[in-house]
């Protein structure tokens, strides 16, 4: 999952907040994802939820798109990705990323 979303910015992306994951203590991955990954950045020229989304090597075939995000939710139900872009009024775009795997 880091290494994943170390390769999703580019060296002009500005870092908002990360938190690399963590086995959750008390966690039992039948019931839910235990390890999550969520990152943000602000970029200061357009950029897509697609064009990340394939920087992630995501399948588009099950990914779902939900208003300025897309989700992948993979057969076997054991992870997540969801992308969102957001523009800014500034002009800027916002994005994040949460990734979870039980």
């Known amino acids: 999952m880091m290494a994943a979303a170390d390769s999703v910015p580019e060296s002009d992306w500005v870092s908002t907040g990360r938190s690399d994951p963590n086995w959750e203590s ?3 991955s039948i019931d839910t994802h235990c390890l999550k990954l969520i990152a943000g950045w602000s970029v200061d020229h357009e950029v897509s939820a697609s064009e990340i ?3 992630l ?3 588009m075939d099950r990914t779902k798109v939900s208003g300025d995000c897309l989700k992948e939710t993979p057969y076997d139900g054991n992870s997540a990705t969801t ?5 800014e009024p500034d002009g800027t775009y916002e994005v994040s990323l949460s990734m979870t795997r039980k």
């Open 57 to 59: 090597g995501l399948d």
């Open 83 to 87: 992308v969102c872009v957001t523009e």
């Open 53 to 55: 989304a394939s920087r």
């Open 26 to 28: 008390g966690c039992v």
